[in-house]
Every structure is written in structure tokens, then in C-alpha cells.
């Protein structure tokens, strides 16, 4: 059985979804820019951590080969997702 684990991160400008498979040990990762996110509501507090729930507008990418030709369509889904953010005390 082929288990994944997606890790979200926080800079500055961007969200980075780090994906690892346990299959081939591959990472994949993706950086968002805040702007291609809507729908960003707070959904918990607790400690030093606050979670967030927010959809990326580009999603994920799904691509549809046409019968009988080679042409490939990239379709865009939008995709939920929650956001655990840690604050830090120094």
C-alpha cells in the first residue's frame, strides 16, 4: 500500500505543500502565494498553535487525454485545505 504524507509550511509570501510518498521516497514540493487562496477562515486556537481553513483557487491539476488523439486538457479543481500555524514564543 502506497502511503502519502502532505506537510503544509509558512514563510513570509508563501504557502509550500511539502508531499512525501512512502513508495518510492519521492518529495514534491509546491510553493503558493497567499493571493491564490480565498475563503480563509479561522477554525481553532489552542497553546501556540491556530488552524485555518482555506481553499487554493488552482487546486489540483487533472489531466484529461482526448480518445483517439494525443492532446492533453488541464483542468483546474479548487482544494481545501487546513492550515495549522505556530506562533512562536522567543
Not at 506537510?7 to 493571493?35: A, G, V
Not at 491564490?36 to 481553513?53: H, L, P, T, W
Not at 487533472?62 to 514564543?89: A, C, D, T
Request: hydrophobic share 35%; proline share 2%; aromatic share 14%.
Amino acid at each position: 500500500m502506497d502511503k502519502s504524507s502532505t506537510e503544509i509550511l509558512l514563510n513570509e509570501k508563501y504557502y509550500i505543500i511539502k508531499e512525501r510518498t512512502s513508495k518510492n521516497n519521492y518529495i514534491k514540493n509546491i510553493s503558493i502565494p497567499f493571493d491564490r487562496f480565498e475563503d480563509i477562515k479561522q477554525i481553532g486556537e489552542g497553546g501556540i498553535v491556530k488552524a485555518y481553513s482555506e481553499t487554493w483557487i488552482d487546486g489540483k491539476a487533472n489531466y484529461i487525454k482526448q480518445h483517439g488523439e494525443s492532446l492533453k486538457i488541464r483542468v483546474f479543481e479548487p482544494m481545501k485545505f487546513v492550515l495549522k500555524r505556530f506562533q512562536w514564543i522567543s
